[in-house]
């Protein structure tokens, strides 16, 4: 888009493609070279899709970089477009550390439709394996897909810089789900 050809100039843009992918190991090899610059790079990564399975479940967790507007028409495939924008995802498990600084993270929830207990949502921050936050939000109804998309933002302007974790459970009944992320909190 037009808005953003300044920014494409300056080398300052993400790029991201939905796609679906069968349950299994991938390898993910991305190239990119800077033709003007005469330089380039490679990178390659393993990927695992686990199989689905009964009960709850939760996505991925992602380090939100910022949040774009919602687009006239929302590509539906796409996993990070959102009912509030389209979540773009930080490239680094960094945040700087400022005051009123948050750390966002984007996922979504998938509660056991089979299920009749209603799904809960616990998250939590750890430093070196001691609980520094707790919180146990509402959750909105599951949409028609039956996911829940859920954007987290914790105050950590205040903590001092270190090695993270950013953890969620899903508790439904007798069920749970868990993912983690690490994240560093710079100055």
């Known amino acids: 888009p037009k808005e953003r050809l300044e920014g494409f100039k300056q080398g300052h843009f993400i790029l991201t493609l939905p796609v679906d992918l069968a349950p299994g190991r991938y390898v993910v090899e991305s190239v990119a070279?800077?033709?003007?610059g005469n330089r380039f790079g490679a990178r390659r990564?393993?990927?695992?899709?686990p199989a689905p399975h009964a009960g709850p479940a939760i996505s991925g967790l992602t380090l939100l970089r910022h949040l774009e507007p919602p687009l006239a028409e929302p590509d539906r495939r796409d996993p990070l477009q959102v009912p509030d924008g389209r979540v773009v995802p930080a490239l680094s498990p960094a945040v700087l550390l400022a005051k009123g600084t948050l750390l966002s993270v984007f996922f979504k929830l998938y509660p056991d439709a089979a299920n009749p207990a209603p799904?809960?949502?616990?998250?939590?921050?750890?430093?070196?394996?001691?609980?520094?936050?707790r919180s146990t939000p509402d959750l909105p109804k599951a949409d028609e897909k039956?996911?829940?998309?859920?954007?987290?933002?914790?105050?950590?302007?205040?903590?001092?810089p270190g090695q993270y974790e950013f953890r969620t459970t899903l508790l439904q009944g007798d069920s749970a789900a868990q993912q983690t992320l690490?994240?560093?909190?710079?100055?």
């Open 182 to 187: 690490p994240v560093s909190l710079q100055q």
């Open 146 to 160: 039956g996911e829940i998309p859920y954007l987290a933002n914790l105050p950590v302007g205040a903590l001092a």
């Open 45 to 49: 990564a393993s990927l695992f899709i």
């Open 33 to 36: 070279a800077d033709q003007l």
């Open 119 to 133: 799904p809960r949502l616990v998250i939590d921050l750890l430093n070196a394996g001691k609980l520094i936050s």
